[in-house]
C-alpha cells in the first residue's frame, strides 16, 4: 500500500503551461473541426495551404492535447491525495464528490458542446482512487498494461470487431442539429446522446484505456515528483524526449496497414510524451523558455473556466443557430478564430487574476468541494 514520503507539495508552475499549452491546443484543433460539424456543404472562404494547415494541426494537437489534459488531471489528483494524507485525513470520499460536481459540469459543457470531456474525465478519475492505495510497483504495471492498447490488441489477435453502428447514427444526426437546429434543439439532444457519443468515441479512437493511462501516470508522475526540478529528473526527461522522439521517427516511417488501429494510439501516446518532455526539458534549461511560457501559466490556471467558455464561444461561433461560420470558413481561417478565442479569453484570465485567486469556475469547484 502506498504511503505519503511526506514532502511538500509545492505549485508546479511547468504543469500550469502544460494545462496551458492544453487548452488553447483544444480550442485550436475544435476550431479546425468547426466544433464537431463536417459539412459536405462547400465552404466559402478556404485557402490553398487549408490541407496542410489541418494535416499538421491534427498530427500535433489531436488527441494529444486531451491526453495532456488528462496527465495532468492525475497529477493533480495526486497532489491533493498527498497533501490530505499528509494530515492524516482520507481524500477518497471527498475526491468523489468533487468527481460529481465535474460532472455537473460537464452537462452545463455538453449543453453547449457536444464534444465535452468532463464527464467522461469525472468517471475516469474515480478509478484514481482505488490505484491510488496500490504501492508503485503494481501502478506501473497498470501503466504498462494500458499503454499497450489491450482493447486494440485483443481486437487485432482474435479477430473481433467492435460494431460503431450507433456511434455513426448519433454522430450523423447530432451534426445535422448542428447544422439546421435551434439552440435548444442542439442543447436537449447533447445533454441526452453527449454522454454515449463521446464513450463510443473513445472506445473508436482507442482512447477508452489511453486515457485511463495517461490519469495514472500523471499521479504516479506526483509520485516520483518528476515535475520538480530535483535530482536527476531533468535527465530523465532529456531521456523521454530522446526515447519518444526516437520513436515517433520510426513509427513515421512505417505503413501500420491493418494494424493502424492498435498502433495509431500508441503512436499518439509517443507524441504526447515528446511534447511533455520537450517542455518540461526546455522549461528548466532555459529562462527565456519560462519567461515565454508564463502567458501560458496564467491560461492553465483557469483551465476548466476557458474549456466551458470555449465551447459557448466556438459552439456559437460555428453552429447555425450562430454565426454559422462552418459553412464559411475553411481550416486555416478557422485556426486564426481560433487564435482569436485564445488571445481574447487570455485577456480575460489577465484581468480576473488581478483580484482573484483563482478562475471563477476553479473557485466554484473549489468551495464546492470542501463545503462539507
Known sequence: MYHTRRLPN???????????????????????????????????YTLP???????????LLSGKMYGIFAMLFGLSFFIMNDNQQQKGRSFSGRFAWRMCLLFLFGLVNVAFYDGDILMLYAVYGLLLIPVSYLPSRMVWCIIALLAIQPVELFCLLTGTTIDQTRLFDIYNHTIALHENGTFWENAVNNLRYGFE???????????????????????????????????????IWHAILALSAFIVVALGFVDFGVLGNWLTPIYNFCILL??????????????????ALHHLCTFGRMSLTNYLLQSIIGSFIFCGYGLACYRLVGTTYAVLIGAGM?????????????SHQRGPLEGLWRWLTWIW
Not at 18 to 34: F, K, Q, T
Not at 50 to 57: I, R, S
Not at 204 to 230: D, P
Request: proline share 1%; glycine share 6%.
Open 10 to 44: 509545492t505549485r508546479i508552475e511547468v504543469a500550469d503551461a502544460l494545462r496551458g499549452i492544453a487548452v488553447a491546443g483544444i480550442i485550436l484543433y475544435h476550431s479546425v473541426e468547426h466544433f464537431d460539424i463536417f459539412t459536405k456543404q462547400p465552404i466559402t
Open 49 to 59: 495551404c487549408d490541407q496542410a494547415v489541418g494535416n499538421v494541426l491534427a498530427w
Open 197 to 235: 457519443l463521446n464513450f463510443r468515441y473513445n472506445v473508436y479512437s482507442g482512447r477508452l484505456t489511453q486515457l485511463l493511462c495517461l490519469f495514472i501516470l500523471g499521479m504516479q508522475l506526483g509520485r516520483q515528483r518528476l515535475f520538480y526540478n530535483e535530482g536527476r529528473n531533468v535527465r
Open 274 to 291: 515528446m511534447i511533455v518532455a520537450a517542455v518540461v526539458s526546455a522549461w528548466y534549461a532555459f529562462k527565456g523558455v519560462r519567461r
Open 342 to 354: 485564445v488571445i481574447s479569453q487570455y485577456i480575460f484570465c489577465r484581468y480576473w487574476f488581478r
